[in-house]
C-alpha cells in the first residue's frame, strides 16, 4: 500500500482512538451539565486524580492495571457523591447558577495544588495497557489504543444500557427533562444528581486512567482535555449526550489527522475554526436545542 | 557572717570577671568586619507544567549558595561575602518572569538575576535588569543565537549554560561509529524557531554521511506524539533525532509503538533514569542515546550534589540541578578571578576565562566561549555526558569533550 494512503489510515485510526477518550471525557461533563444544570469545572482535575489513583494502586500496591482502572472508577464515583452531597448540592440559599461555578473553579484550584503537593511534580506513568502495535492496513497501530476504543465505548455502551433499561436510569432522565415532574412522581431529584455525579465522576476516571497510560501523567493533565471537553458540550450542544459523542469524535480526527497532513500550525488552529464555523451555522450546537 | 562576707566577695569577683569577658567578646565582634551580603534573584516557572524544571533549578543554586555560606562564605580580599537567594516565580509566560524580574530589582535590591527556561521569559527578563544595568545569568536556553541570547549590544546578559548544538558533533561521532548502517535521519523538533538548529544539525550530519531525509514538527503543548511520528515514520528513517524536547520520553514511546526500532537520539540533558520511569518497557528502552548524567555512576562532585540534595528534600532527584549548581559555583569563580562581586567586573573577568579548563563544573573542565559565534565571549562551554540505553540499562559512554 501507498505510503501516504498507510499513514492517513494510521492517522485516522488514532483519530478515532483519541475521539472515543474524549468522548468519554465529555459525556460525563455533559451529564452532569444535563441531570444538575451545573458546569463542574474540577471535571479536568477529578479526570487527573483518577489517573494518579490508578498509578499508585499499580506502583505501590502491585494491581493490575485493569483492576486498579475499575477501583480508581469506583473510588471517584465515591468522589462524586461526596461533592454532590457537600460542595453542588442545590439549595435555596444558594445561587443556582453562580455557586457552582465558584465552587468548582476553587475546587480545581485545590485538587490541582494538592494534587502537586502529594504526588509531587516529577514524572510518573501508569504502565501500559498493552504493549506493542498491530499491523492494520499496512501500517503499526499501537495495541493500547485499541483497547482504549474498546473500553470506553464499553462503558458507553453500559451507560446506554443503564439508562435505557434500568429504573434508576429511567428516573434519571425523568429528572434531567422536567425536575418538578419527577419529584411529583416521588422520584428524589438530590438522588439522582448524586447518582449522576458518582456516573460522570468514574467516567472521567475512566477517561484520565486511559489518558494517563497513553499520553502522560502529571498534577496539570486535566486542564487541556477539561477545555476539550468544554468544547465538545458547545460543539454538541449543552447537555446533550449525542451531541457529546458526535463532537468527541469529531474533535478527536481533527486532533488525529490534521497534524499528520496538515502540519502543527493547522492542528493547533483547526479545532477553533471548525468550532467556529458551526456554531455559525447552528448557534446552539449541532444537537442542541433553543 | 564572716562566711557571708567572703561569699559574696567571691560572687561579686565571677560576675565581674564574666562582665568583662561578655564586653571583650563584644569588642572583638565590633571591631571585625560583618560578612557582606550578595543578594542572588532567581526567575523561574515554579508553578504549572515545567515548575519541575524551575524548582531543580532553584535547588541547584540554593544548594550551591548554601555549601559557600556553610563554609563561612567566599572571601575576596579582607571581604566576606555570604550568598542570599531569592526566587520569584515567572509563571511561565513574559509578564509573570518581568513582574518577577521587577520585583527582585526595585524591591530586593538584588545584585544578580539568574533565571528563564523559555526565550521569552529571557526577553522579559533582560527588559528589566538592563535598565538598572543588573547582570542576567541565562540558566536556560533552547535555541542558541536567538534575539534573546548573548551579543555585543547587551553587556549586562552572560550564559553559563551550554548551545544544544554543542551535542551535535558528540551524538553524531557516536552514531557513526555505533550504529554505521544508519544512514537516513528524520528529525523530529517542536515549532519553535529551531530552524537554525534544524540547519545546522542537517550540515554536519551530511559531513559525517547520514542524510536527514525529513524533518517532523509539533506545536509547543502537543502530549499525543503518535501524529507526529506516524508523519515521521512515513519517511522511512533509520535514526530520528528528537531535537531539544523534555517530551522525549513521550516521543520515544511514540516511535517504539508505531514500529520503529532504530536508534533514538535525544539531545536534550534528561537523565536515563527519566527515560527508565516514564517508557518502562525494557523493548522500547534499547538504542537510546541521550546527553543526560547517568546517575547510578556519578563523579565525586556529582555524588556531593545528590547527597546534598537528599538530605534537604523529600523529592527524588532531577538532575537539571547539576547545571544550575554549576552556573552559582562558575559565577564565584569568577568572583574570585575578578577579585570583586560587582557584575560589570565580574562579567569581564568571565569574558577572559576561555583557556580550555579555565573553569570548574561537575561535568568536567570547562570555559567561556563564543565569540565567533555570538560576537562575545559569554557563553559557557563544558563537557556533555553521553549516555546509551540498552534493553532498559545504562551505559554511561562518558563525559565528551565539545569539539
Known sequence: ?290 | MKRRGVTLKLLGVVLSAALLVGAMGTFHQTSAAPAKHVKIGSVMPITGPLAVLGLAFNRGWQLYLDKINSQGGLKIGDETYLFDLISEDSKLSAEGASTAAKKLINQDKVDYVVGGIMEFELEAIYQATSTRKVPFIIANINVPGHQADVSPKKPFLVRLFYSHDDSHSIDLDYLVKTYPKAKKMVIVAPDVDYDRMIEHLTAQAKVVGIDVVGVGKWAFGTTDFIPTYTKALAMNPEVIWAMVSGQATYQLMAARQLGFKGPFVSNVPLGPEVFQHVVNDPTALTDVITNGVDLSRPNEMIKDVMGRWDAKFKDPFVSDCLAAWDQTWILTQAMEKAKSVAGDKVIAALETMTAPGSLKTCFGPGQMGGAKRFGVNRVLTRPLPLTRIMNGKTEFIGFMTVK
Open chain 1, 1 to 290: 500500500m501507498n505510503l501516504q494512503v498507510q499513514m492517513w489510515l494510521q492517522a485516522v485510526v488514532n483519530g478515532v482512538a483519541l475521539g472515543w477518550l474524549y468522548i468519554v471525557m465529555a459525556l460525563g461533563l455533559t451529564w452532569i451539565l444535563s441531570i444538575m444544570g451545573i458546569l463542574q469545572l474540577a471535571h479536568g482535575e477529578v479526570y487527573m486524580i483518577g489517573a494518579y489513583v490508578v498509578y499508585y494502586l499499580c506502583s505501590s500496591l502491585g494491581l493490575n492495571v485493569y483492576f486498579s482502572i475499575l477501583i480508581s472508577m469506583v473510588v471517584m464515583a465515591a468522589f462524586g457523591i461526596f461533592l454532590e452531597r457537600f460542595l453542588f448540592r442545590v439549595r435555596a440559599d444558594r445561587d443556582p447558577v453562580l455557586t457552582p461555578i465558584v465552587v468548582s473553579t476553587g475546587l480545581s484550584l485545590i485538587l490541582t495544588s494538592g494534587a502537586v503537593a502529594g504526588f509531587g511534580l516529577y514524572e510518573k506513568s501508569i504502565p501500559r495497557l498493552l504493549y506493542g502495535s498491530v499491523r492494520l492496513f499496512g501500517g503499526a497501530v499501537p495495541k493500547d489504543r485499541l483497547l482504549a476504543i474498546i473500553f470506553s465505548a464499553a462503558a458507553l455502551l453500559l451507560l446506554f444500557l443503564f439508562l435505557k433499561r434500568s429504573r434508576w436510569g429511567q428516573a434519571i432522565m425523568a429528572s434531567a427533562q422536567n425536575r418538578e415532574g419527577a419529584l411529583l412522581r416521588g422520584i428524589d431529584p438530590n438522588q439522582m444528581a448524586m447518582i449522576s455525579m458518582a456516573i460522570g465522576c468514574a467516567m472521567a476516571a475512566l477517561a484520565g486512567a486511559l489518558a494517563g497510560s497513553i499520553l502522560m501523567l502529571q498534577p496539570y493533565m486535566g486542564s487541556q482535555p477539561m477545555l476539550k471537553g468544554l468544547v465538545i458540550i458547545v460543539l454538541g450542544g449543552l447537555g446533550s449526550l449525542p451531541g457529546a459523542f458526535v463532537g468527541g469524535m469529531l474533535l478527536g480526527l481533527i486532533d488525529g489527522t490534521i497534524p499528520v497532513i496538515f502540519g502543527p500550525a493547522a492542528a493547533a488552529l483547526a479545532p477553533l475554526i471548525i468550532v467556529i464555523l458551526i456554531l455559525l451555522i447552528r448557534p446552539t450546537g449541532m444537537f442542541g436545542h433553543e
